[in-house]
């Protein structure tokens, strides 16, 4: 699994940073968390690939993270998608898309499922995965989202339990999923063939928030934590009142939900230099990089 | 008078090349034509001034030549224009931005007055220049653009006009607009204290369009040709298909409207290096420049 960064900046692009938008490629499939104006270039230049296997997911629908959405959909049809593409966000979202295809009449080549968010909880359930959302606290109706990998069994040592005899099929499919067996009169563990579980990795995406209890706890034990932190602790009151986080902020819910790694992105564009969010959140929560257009981070099973 | 261009890429953004906008400063104004996705970008870096007296024009309705424009308002309100905007295009530019505006719920921080192109002729009338539409040949309505400057008179050499014993006021203006004077019993005539006329400069703007003779006409004379060249002529089928241009029809073009000097613009991505468009276009029209994004052309008086 990878994350790479599309865009990192909050409101108004600057010339290193487009607006919001991140990647993550995993198994096959390229999960999109918002799609702020100008994504599709750093997607483009990203080769994530036009038909590939996709959802994409939106927070919340300010112009900075939704209208990126229109120019991707158009250069998916012009480069000839035919996967079908499953877009998720609140209501407005349908109407967004819906309006401007009919204004702007621009045809697509391929289907759009677009899912309507109306509460909290699991929006997306596959064999190996699922993607749930919780609100966040933000000026528009909005939602935080998080990957969640399921656990997997470990990784069956199959030399071994030819060794001591166990033939493949039934035997090896209970071995292999946790079951002790009897054969030839022998007890056969399945520890004894059978790696630790692998624990499936989560990964938490804020989109624009104030810091929350709940959004801790939704957080909780992620392997990596990307947070907006559109501020310094200076500007703690533009914080609130328009609805953001603080570096410090992020760095301390990164803290207190236990996670692993934590992300700052979407940087208010006053900051020429971010790294003065860097060292800020530094002083509440150590493991923490600022993410960058086009940073591209490998997510190893760290559990 | 400069132009700047914005974004030069048709249809996809590549890693050097924005979609469809061009910028004219002109007399403490800025006029805008198109506004493709993620043009805010590089009118943000090309400090053109979010506060600036300024005019937008739209060619036309596809995504890549508007859908900028969400962009641009929000970050204008942002940045806190408050200066009225006046924008130009077909019809259906008034339910693209009344209808985003409502979904995506913006707030503009300024008065933006949206005037509907219905047919051809003059659409601005300003004290020292007039911009007028033509309708070009694509797929959906679309229009061209040409900036005209009015003549000024020449210079008026006042140390001349009073060493002849002419005294401020009525006679002045006399001579300075071309008329002659009889004072003291001495007739004294204009051409003796007023340099040559100055002739106001032309701008033209393609758009995305076929070339036509009611195009040529339209361009006649400009200083200036912007012109649409998508593709090189090997791809002349695909050209006509989509109703664009290649570089020689875009150069044939130019030469046939006896225009002094020709950009050519709006690229196809497939042409990682643009420049056989270049090499294309002077074998018929010697006096022609590629345009780039951020590139700055300066336009002197040259008749």
């Known amino acids: 699994m990878k994350i790479i960064f599309l865009g990192t900046s909050a409101a108004v692009p600057t010339a290193t940073r487009g607006l919001a938008s991140i990647a993550i490629r995993r198994g096959g499939e390229v999960l999109i968390f918002d799609a702020g104006e100008g994504m599709q270039r750093n997607f483009l230049l990203a080769k994530l690939g036009i038909n590939q296997k996709m959802k994409l997911f939106i927070t919340h629908m300010h112009a900075d993270h939704c209208v990126g959405i229109l120019g991707l959909l158009q250069t998916m049809t012009l480069l000839g998608r035919n996967k079908k593409l499953d877009i998720y966000g609140e209501p407005r979202l349908h109407e967004f898309i819906s309006q401007n295809i009919r204004v702007i009449k621009f045809g697509l080549s391929f289907n759009l499922d677009i899912h309507i968010i109306d509460k909290e909880g699991v929006i997306v359930k596959?064999?190996?995965?699922?993607?749930?959302?919780?609100?966040?606290?933000?000026?528009?109706?909005?939602?935080?989202?998080?990957?969640?990998?399921?656990?997997?069994?470990?990784?069956?040592?199959?030399?071994?339990?030819?060794?001591?005899?166990?033939?493949?099929?039934?035997?090896?499919?209970?071995?292999?999923?946790?079951?002790?067996?009897?054969?030839?009169?022998?007890?056969?563990?399945?520890?004894?063939?059978?790696?630790?579980k692998r624990r499936g990795r989560k990964i938490g995406i804020s989109g624009d928030t104030r810091p929350s209890v709940e959004l801790e706890r939704f957080f909780a034990n992620s392997d990596v934590l990307i947070f907006e932190a559109t501020y310094t602790q200076d500007k703690y009151q533009n914080a609130v009142n328009t609805f953001h986080s603080t570096a410090i902020e992020a760095a301390s819910l990164a803290k207190a939900s236990k996670?692993?790694?934590?992300?700052?992105?979407?940087?208010?564009?006053?900051?020429?230099?971010?790294?003065?969010l860097l060292d800020e959140a530094r002083t509440v929560y150590e493991n923490v990089e600022l993410a960058e257009d086009l940073?591209?981070?490998?997510?190893?099973?760290t559990r």
């Open 126 to 196: 596959e064999s190996d995965y699922q993607v749930s959302c919780c609100r966040s606290e933000h000026s528009v109706p909005s939602y935080s989202f998080s990957l969640q990998e399921f656990d997997r069994p470990g990784i069956f040592n199959v030399a071994k339990a030819t060794k001591l005899g166990v033939p493949k099929g039934n035997l090896f499919h209970k071995l292999q999923h946790g079951e002790d067996i009897i054969h030839n009169g022998m007890i056969i563990k399945s520890v004894e063939v059978v790696g630790p």
């Open 259 to 276: 996670s692993d790694k934590l992300f700052l992105t979407h940087f208010s564009s006053r900051y020429k230099d971010p790294s003065i």
């Open 295 to 301: 940073k591209t981070v490998i997510i190893p099973y």
